[in-house]
């Protein structure tokens, strides 16, 4: 009887192989960040433009604020309604955090109240942060860094892509586009005294869309790259014994 | 007893899933088979002239099929981008005037049985040429500029007719200098038809000046001014190369590179270090290059080889192979001439002078391993004519000789021996400029009227240049030549073009 139980019960187990259907979301309406919407189903973008550097540095004196974006994605379907969101500021322990009203414009602040809603319709909506040009930012960078808060309309997301950073300064600072592989292959590590050697000897800006530009074409990374190593090169032999060190003492190279 | 029962009771359990109705769909029928014939594999077509008609016969196996038809036609070698397929007629016959530029497409017929809703394609390749397509080009200089002229040759390698200062008629300007080096690619990318692609490109450098041009059309591409991502300040053209995933370019005594591995848009880029320390240098125009090895170049500041990458930032130093007689480095020569000899095996030839004592010259093969070079020097006698040579011309892959020029005389040096032996003496009052050794050959049916295996001597007189074709046996010379190409100036550099002619067919050397 034994071995007629488990002959049937191996027979049954056969049903198991049936085709699962798949399951439709049906939670509440959730929050998070994400990449761009053309890289929203590119898995390597996931994280992408989870810290964002900006500088006010190439700007004219006048201007005294700009604006850094973000994307963020509701989740769980549209809605017939605009629906508004919420987000906080996190301080992060032992740095220098962005203050309110001085450094950038508080998320409840009057004027932006219209700012930060997902539209009738959209599961996408772009997230404003206003950035002002204090005259402390001369002299450092802060970091602001904004989470997903939960309100009336939305609960958070994923906890991995509750959160952004923007890391802002009034000074030379590395942009985006001189990520991880560009300090390996093309530029090396980054200090504001090379920043400055390139845009001094070149005449280039060296900021984001500079460098995103060259990004595009091999040819052309290789033709600066070479052309900075050479620039380099000659400023060394021109200073014996006294090649460009950076800020922190070390050497300049470029790879 | 009792385990024929459990057994019986799991077969039957099992046997429930025979109940599953079946609702298969099944056909018997042999598959459908389309024949579609009268498409030829290759058109060669001119632009705006001729028309490609074509009434192809297609058949079936089901007696029922009712067939509509589509033709299309696409660019190759797109890069960056997937070519699109542009539809050019919905009826079974075609009637098209080519309008595409000269290159290469692809021309599509497709059909489908309406009745079963089977398709069948096929495909052609379809070479559209212009005049400028097939020819012996000659670049001679007159007065300081450089011009192109076009020898046209219809139906066989002799030419027919000439095309006079085709560069000039066609770009409106000569180049500054005197005539130089051909250099043909068919990988140069450039975007002449819309899109980035490789392209048929011929480089045309004078000692002053340089044009690359398409030679679909012979429009140029880039000159010198806007040949690289910096216009470099001293216009001297060296040579035109390809080696190694790269196009280099000598200028100024300056290594130059397009990396062709990667997308470019056709631009050379900075100069080269010589080192880490930025060190002076200046290459020989002569040079070693294949496609498939290492380049290779003098450098005449230290006497010593180099050689490089399309992506590194600094020349690549060379190294000592076994065997060699003399060091690849801080040699203490001056370069003469260099050549390829053959590229299977990888072997040049150069010809030395001694910096301390120039009365002694050493005629050299170099055989490279990776980046070392294998040296062996064979010393001349003071009475060898090849002490006094002009103008130099290898064979490459056939003979083991060095032609070279002494006054009215074309001699020849035998590469195994040093036997030196006349070959030819130009008419009184002609002055040899050039000796071109050009070889075309193949296993193409319709390209048979066009091999050849010529030495090509070019002399001047008065203004007017000659070439004469000579075939050879044995390394020597033929008495007559096959034809004679006449014209204006004194010549540089004679090259034959035509449709399946690449990058490959003649090895990149002076």
């Known amino acids: 009887m034994k071995q007629i139980l488990t002959v049937a019960m191996l027979t049954a187990l056969l049903a198991a192989c049936k085709k699962d259907q798949y399951y439709l979301y049906n939670d509440i309406a959730r929050l998070q960040f994400g990449p761009t919407p053309d890289r929203i189903y590119t898995s390597s973008f996931e994280m992408a433009d989870t810290m964002k550097p900006f500088t006010f540095f190439y700007e004219p004196a006048t201007i005294t604020q700009d604006t850094v974006f973000f994307d963020i994605y509701a989740i769980g379907g549209i809605s017939g309604n605009d629906r508004p969101f ?20 508080a998320f409840s602040d009057a004027s932006l109240k219209d700012a930060y809603v997902i539209k009738a319709g959209q599961v996408h909506a772009s997230v404003p942060v206003i950035v002002l040009r204090d005259a402390s930012l001369k002299k450092g960078t802060v970091k602001l860094q904004i989470q997903v808060k939960a309100n009336e309309q939305f609960q958070p997301g994923e906890i991995k892509k509750l959160w952004r950073r923007v890391e802002f300064t009034d000074m030379l600072s590395q942009p985006a586009a001189w990520n991880a592989s560009a300090v390996q292959y093309y530029w090396g590590k980054y200090s504001q005294v090379k920043h400055s050697f390139m845009i001094n000897q070149t005449g280039e800006k060296w900021d984001q869309e500079f460098l995103t530009f060259v990004n595009t074409d091999y040819a052309l990374l290789s033709f600066w790259r070479l052309k900075l190593k050479t620039l380099l090169t000659d400023y060394n032999n021109a200073h014996p014994g006294a090649p460009l060190t950076d800020e922190m003492g070390e050497t300049v190279v470029f790879p | 007893m009792k385990l024929t029962y459990q057994i019986l009771a799991a077969c039957s359990l099992l046997l429930t899933a025979s ?36 009434d192809p016969k297609v058949s079936s196996t089901d007696p029922d099929a009712q067939f509509s038809y589509w033709w299309g036609i696409y660019e190759t070698n797109v890069q960056g981008s997937a070519p699109k397929v542009d539809t050019i007629g919905h009826s079974k016959t075609l009637d098209y005037l080519v309008t595409q530029p000269a290159k290469g497409w692809v021309l599509v017929f497709g059909t489908r049985n309406e009745h079963t809703g089977f398709s069948r394609i096929v495909t052609a390749n379809l070479n559209v040429v212009t005049q400028f397509t097939r020819g012996w080009y000659i670049m001679k200089s007159d007065g300081g500029k450089t011009d192109v002229d076009l020898f046209l040759t219809p139906t066989g390698i002799a030419p027919q007719s000439r095309l006079e200062n085709v560069f000039s008629l066609v770009n409106g300007k000569k180049l500054d200098g005197d005539a130089s080096l051909f250099g043909f690619y068919t990988n140069y990318k450039s975007n002449v038809t819309g899109a980035y692609a490789n392209t048929r490109a011929l480089f045309i450098l004078s000692d002053k000046d340089a044009s690359v041009v398409n030679i679909n059309t012979f429009k140029e591409i880039h000159g010198l001014n806007n040949l690289f991502y910096e216009t470099p300040s001293v216009k001297r053209p060296g040579s035109i190369s390809e080696s190694s995933q790269a196009n280099y370019f000598v200028n100024d005594g300056h290594l130059h590179s397009i990396y062709s591995m990667s997308a470019n848009i056709g631009l050379f880029g900075g100069k080269q270090l010589r080192d880490d320390n930025n060190s002076p240098y200046s290459l020989s125009k002569y040079f070693m290059a294949y496609p498939f090895e290492n380049p290779f170049f003098f450098d005449e500041t230290s006497s010593s080889f180099v050689s490089a990458t399309g992506t590194g930032a600094v020349l690549s130093a060379t190294t000592d192979a076994t065997g060699t007689e003399m060091p690849a480095n801080r040699m203490n020569k001056d370069l003469l001439f260099m050549g390829v000899k053959s590229t299977y095996p990888y072997v040049g030839i150069a010809l030395f002078r001694d910096k301390t004592d120039p009365t002694l010259k050493i005629v050299s093969s170099i055989t490279p391993s990776n980046y070392a070079l294998k040296i062996v020097n064979d010393t001349l006698t003071q ?15 056939d003979e083991n000789i060095l032609y070279f020029s002494v006054g009215q005389e074309v001699w020849s040096w035998n590469l195994s021996n040093g036997a030196e032996q006349l070959q030819f003496t130009v008419p009184a009052g002609e002055k040899i400029t050039s000796i071109r050794h050009r070889n075309y050959a193949g296993s193409s049916n319709t390209e048979q009227p066009f091999y050849h295996n010529y030495m090509l001597i070019s002399t ?30 004194s010549v540089g550099d004679v090259i034959y073009i035509a449709p399946s002619i690449s990058n490959y067919t003649y090895p990149n050397s002076y």
């Open chain 1, 86 to 105: 919420t987000l906080e500021q996190v301080n992060i322990p032992g740095e220098a955090n962005a203050v309110p009203g001085t450094h950038y414009k």
């Open chain 2, 19 to 54: 109940c599953y109705k079946d609702k298969g769909n099944y056909s018997y029928k042999s598959p459908e088979n389309i024949t579609i014939s009268g498409v030829e594999a290759t058109y060669d077509k001119v632009s705006l002239v001729d028309k490609i008609s074509i």
């Open chain 2, 383 to 397: 009475t060898d004519k090849l002490n006094q040579a002009e103008h130099f011309g290898l064979i490459v892959a």
């Open chain 2, 460 to 489: 001047t007189s008065g203004g007017n240049y000659k070439v004469r074709a000579f075939r050879k046996t044995s390394g020597n010379l033929a008495t007559t030549p096959d034809f004679t190409m006449e014209g204006k100036g």
